[in-house]
């Protein structure tokens, strides 16, 4: 069995990796259960107990399960993490039974490594669903403490001119970030991956977006590769699979994208869609890394004014 993990910024094309992956015939894909989603309060040691409770009432009120409206749950971290599990596949009554069993089994969510735990329930469960042996899902900085966890993992890191990512974040959503944030941010977790993937005990690849969308079959053949799996044909035709996330798409920001086959549509949308006084910043403040990997620089330079 293989544990997958996606790490991107956002906006860098790790939903549309994990929606490819996730039509692959032995990988189940839960793209953004995210652990911390489970975390205790400040002013509680487990938040397992609460959050079964709010969700077994909120269930209980609820004549059909399918219909359950996540805007009535009051806590909000619950009410995304249940929204994500049922982008996975998992309805939320199944969903609280896995809380039970895992509660009933000596878990708890006090610790990274409990909930990660209850993370793999669900990709296996997942995975047991579609006749799947492998499964994964999207991650934020939590590489280090997965590869400690299982060292086996396997981490796909996406890498897409910053630039296009901004003008995404800019534009799709609501982050309210400045542009200077998003380039120290940017520049800083792909050093980040960068260092923790020379370690010789961690299997990482670099995703380059740009090639994906340009020519994909290479690069999807590549990952494969990587992933000591074979290829297949449904990777590229992923839009056209019986998807989870295409059942439970609701509020996603990529909903449209994944949706529709690879293409290179947004490849270069910094140029429309951000202000040269931005690309200016972007660049002052991550440049270096720009030029290193290949990107080409405007020529774009911050006033003085």
């Not at 189940?28 to 309060?41: G, I, K, Q, S």
């Not at 939590?142 to 996406?158: A, G, K, N, T």
């Not at 660049?283 to 990997?293: D, K, P, S, T």
């Amino acid at each position: 069995m293989k544990r997958i993990f996606v790490r991107g910024m956002s906006r860098s094309g790790g939903t549309l990796m994990a929606t490819v992956l996730d039509a692959h015939p032995d990988i189940a894909m839960c793209y953004e259960v995210y652990e911390h989603l489970l975390a205790p309060r400040d002013d509680e040691t487990d938040s397992l107990d609460r959050l079964v409770t709010t969700l077994r009432n909120a269930l209980s009120n609820l004549p059909v399960v399918k219909t359950l409206k996540l805007k009535k749950l009051e806590d909000g971290n619950l009410n995304k993490f249940v929204f994500r599990a049922m982008r996975a596949g998992i309805e939320a009554d199944v969903l609280l039974e896995m809380m039970n069993q895992h509660q009933a089994s000596g878990g708890d969510f006090t610790t990274f490594e409990q909930r990660m735990h209850f993370i793999e329930r669900l990709g296996l469960a997942k995975g047991a669903s579609e006749n799947k042996a492998n499964w994964g899902t999207k991650i934020g900085g939590i590489v280090r403490p997965l590869q400690e966890l299982w060292p086996d993992s396997y981490f796909l890191f996406m890498m897409r001119d910053g630039r296009d990512v901004a003008a995404s974040r800019r534009t799709v959503g609501d982050f309210g970030q400045g542009i200077e944030h998003i380039a120290g941010a940017w520049r800083d977790q792909i050093r980040n991956f960068q260092k923790f993937a020379q370690r010789d005990d961690v299997y990482a690849h670099i995703v380059h977006y740009e090639k994906l969308v340009t020519d994909p079959e290479p690069e999807l053949r590549a990952i494969a590769a990587f992933l000591d799996l074979p290829f297949s044909d449904r990777l590229m035709s992923f839009h056209d699979q019986d998807l989870t996330i295409y059942k439970n798409p609701t509020g996603h920001l990529s909903r449209d994208q994944v949706s529709k086959p690879i293409n290179a549509g947004s490849l270069g949308r910094w140029k429309r869609d951000l202000t040269a006084e931005e690309i200016a910043a972007f660049e002052a403040g991550a440049g270096e890394l720009l030029h290193e990997l290949g990107y080409e620089l405007s020529g774009h330079t911050v006033s003085n004014a």
